[in-house]
T-cell receptor
Framework: AQSVTQLGSHVSVSEGALVLLRCNYS??????LFWYVQYPNQGLQLLLK??????LVKGINGFEAEFKKSETSFHLTKPSAHMSDAAEYFC???????????FGGGTRLMVKP | DAGVIQSPRHEVTEMGQEVTLRCKPI?????LFWYRQTMMRGLELLIY????????DSGMPEDRFSAKMPNASFSTLKIQPSEPRDSAVYFC?????????????FGPGTRLTVL
């Protein structure tokens, strides 16, 4: 069985500050890991994904995430927050060749001017 | 490509009424997923199809919920009878069998309110 834990349901940062959203997973096999973003009243959009090619993954809008097997983590970071980054972020895991995504509870990012 | 299309975007109904949500996946995608999003339970997978065949419906909460995929370009999620606790945002997603490692593409969702 696989599961995802996102620490912090709400994170608030100032514009220009570092963004760090935490994600820990459990999986019985090497996982595929994803970060999705959901803007208000919209569906989920893929930010980036880890598929074992490289442990540091770069995504859209300046976000990146690092896969750390020893820590079973896949934290999302962005060096400098922008007001437009305010949204809800979901970490998800899928087993190799699996079809189902298991989502974490989500983290709502607020960006203060 | 138009992306995953869902209709209606908003639905308000009264308890006991039948509700039908619709989804058109991205052309050429082999899998279709139905999710429900609530504040209390987050994002839950309800059911998914492969080549129009239901593969796993273990997430369907009750017999009041049913889903069909009569062809590769259309799926429905039906709730009969609806209850206030069914109020949620329902998302449809689709993906290819092969390609970008299980990436799912989501529709904009249907916000359902049951009074």
């Amino acid at each position: 069985a696989q599961s995802v834990t996102q620490l912090g349901s709400h994170v608030s940062v100032s514009e220009g500050a570092l963004v760090l959203l935490r994600c820990n997973y459990s999986s019985s096999v090497p996982p595929y890991l994803f970060w999705y973003v959901q803007y208000p009243n919209q569906g989920l959009q893929l930010l980036l994904k880890y598929t074992s090619a490289a442990t540091l993954v770069k995504g859209i809008n300046g976000f990146e995430a690092e896969f750390k097997k020893s820590e079973t983590s896949f934290h999302l970071t962005k060096p400098s927050a922008h007001m437009s980054d305010a949204a809800e972020y979901f970490c998800a895991v899928s087993e190799y060749a699996g079809n189902m995504l298991t989502f974490g509870g989500g983290t709502r990012l607020m960006v203060k001017p | 490509d138009a992306g995953v299309i869902q209709s209606p975007r908003h639905e308000v109904t009264e308890m006991g009424q039948e509700v039908t949500l619709r989804c058109k996946p991205i052309s050429g995608h082999d899998y279709l997923f139905w999710y429900r999003q609530t504040m209390m339970r987050g994002l839950e997978l309800l059911i998914y199809f492969n080549n129009n065949v239901p593969i796993d419906d273990s997430g369907m909460p009750e017999d009041r919920f049913s889903a069909k995929m009569p062809n590769a370009s259309f799926s429905t999620l039906k709730i009969q009878p609806s209850e206030p606790r069914d109020s949620a945002v329902y998302f449809c997603a689709s993906r290819k069998l092969a390609g970008v490692f299980n990436e799912q593409f989501f529709g904009p969702g249907t916000r359902l309110t049951v009074l």
